[in-house]
């Protein structure tokens, strides 16, 4: 295992439109999770997972979002009628609970643009 | 509100010279992280500091985390072109918490 991965690097999408993103986590990690970020500024936190259980939301999610970890392993994260301020990049971290300073490992990310 | 305050926002210097860059906090974290960002990819990892007071070195990267736990700085030496990118700050709260970033300085090395 080389690391998390993200699925597809990049999506254009028309306004309107569902679309949907895949996030592989490291193995043995039970952590998961998904940030948003913005041109020029910071990861910022959407929702996590502890193996299959959502455990946190941030109110940045909105009813158009949903995230999903069946078998706590991979993750997908669905934006539904998207719309021009969904444009960012969607960040997947996961991380091992009991191993020190809970250390998240990042994705490349899923470049959203939304026309 | 910005948890987590990073400074400057920019840099642009030569190479061979030298920069700190600045995280600072009101809050208390029981750790704070360094990440490097390229364009088009995710955040990478550089240290992890958890103790007040701790140093760390990685090659010319010196990290320091403020005695408070509150604050922490990033200091490069001799700096070179593939030092560039975007450094972020990140702090935890509490092991359990989700990690705060800052908004990144974007440092910029010219040969």
């Known amino acids: 295992d080389t690391g998390v991965s993200q699925d597809p690097r990049h999506k254009i999408t028309k306004r309107g439109q569902n679309v949907t993103f895949r996030c592989d986590p490291i193995s043995e990690h039970n952590r998961l999770y998904w940030y948003r970020q913005t041109l020029g500024q910071g990861p910022e936190f959407l929702t996590y997972f502890q193996n299959e259980a959502q455990l946190e939301k941030s109110r940045l999610l909105s009813d158009r979002f949903s995230a999903e970890r069946p078998k706590g392993s991979f993750s997908t994260l669905e934006i539904q009628r998207t719309e021009q301020g969904d444009s960012a990049m969607y960040l997947c971290?996961?991380?091992?609970?009991?191993?020190?300073?809970?250390?998240?490992?990042f994705g490349p990310g899923t470049r959203l643009t939304v026309l | 509100t910005q948890l987590l305050e990073q400074s400057p926002q920019f840099l642009s210097i030569q190479e061979g010279e030298n920069l700190t860059v600045y995280c600072n906090s009101s809050s208390v974290f029981s750790s704070l992280q360094w990440y490097r960002q390229e364009p088009g990819e995710g955040p990478v990892l550089l240290v992890t500091?958890?103790?007040?007071?701790e140093v760390k070195k990685l090659k010319r990267l010196t990290f320091q985390f403020g005695d408070a736990r509150k604050d922490s700085s990033l200091h490069i030496t001799a700096a070179q072109p593939g030092d560039t990118g975007l450094y972020l700050c990140a702090g935890v709260m509490n092991r359990d918490d989700k990690i705060i970033f800052g908004k990144g300085t974007r440092l910029h090395i010219l040969p």
């Open positions: 500091v958890v103790t007040g007071g």
């Open positions: 971290a996961s991380s091992q609970t009991g191993w020190g300073t809970d250390t998240q490992y």
